[in-house]
T-cell receptor, first 113, second 114 residues
């Protein structure tokens, strides 16, 4: 079975500052990796995903993530955040050959003016 | 185009009652998923349909939970003899069933069992 750890439950940051949201996973088999965002009163929306190939993945809204197999990490970054980035961010892992996703417990990004 | 829709958006019921939650996936999506999200947690997988059949129901917590997708489109999640611990947001997602597919999520049904 796989698991996902998001160590930071909340990350406060000032507008226009850079941010990194951490995600570590464990799995004995090959995985796919995802970041989803959940804005208040909205459904989960895909930010980006890693399937194979280049370890640096670019997503929507200026976000990017880097897959590090040796450290089993998939941290999410943005060089300059906006107030509108305030939301809950979920890292998820899917095992190759199985459709179900395993989600982390989420990180609440709070962007302050 | 239209996204995944779920009805009702909110459901309040009493302990021991039966509830049905409905999911309308994106048109043409053959894969359909149900997840449950408890307060302060990430979504937890319940069941996956490929077409009309349940391809993976390993996440269903017990036999009080059941889901159907009789025509390969709309799905209904059914919970019998509800318990207070069933209170959560129930999320539905759909996708095109490829390797590493994107799952598109609906807004969820918030279930409160009193």
């Amino acid at each position: 079975a796989q698991s996902v750890t998001q160590l930071d439950s909340q990350v406060p940051v000032f507008e226009e500052a850079p941010v990194e949201l951490r995600c570590n996973y464990s799995s004995s088999v090959s995985v796919y990796l995802f970041w989803y965002v959940q804005y208040p009163n909205q459904g989960l929306q895909l930010l980006l995903k890693y399937l194979s190939g280049s370890t640096l993945v670019k997503g929507i809204n200026g976000f990017e993530a880097e897959f590090n197999k040796s450290q089993t990490s998939f941290h999410l970054r943005k060089p300059s955040v906006h107030i509108s980035d305030t939301a809950e961010y979920f890292c998820a892992v899917g095992r190759v050959g199985r459709r179900a996703l395993t989600f982390g417990s989420g990180t609440r990004l709070q962007v302050q003016p | 185009g239209a996204g995944v829709s779920q009805t009702p958006s909110n459901k309040v019921t009493e302990k021991g009652k039966y509830v049905e939650l409905r999911c309308d996936p994106i048109s043409g999506h053959t894969a359909l998923y149900w997840y449950r999200q408890s307060l302060g947690q990430g979504p937890e997988f319940l069941i996956y349909f490929q077409g009309t059949g349940a391809a993976d129901d390993s996440g269903l917590p017990n036999d009080r939970f059941f889901a159907v997708r009789p025509e390969g489109s709309v799905s209904t999640l059914k919970i019998q003899r509800t318990e207070r611990g069933d209170s959560a947001v129930y999320l539905c997602a759909s996708g095109l069933a490829g390797a590493g597919e994107t799952q598109y999520f609906g807004p969820g049904t918030r279930l409160l069992v009193l």
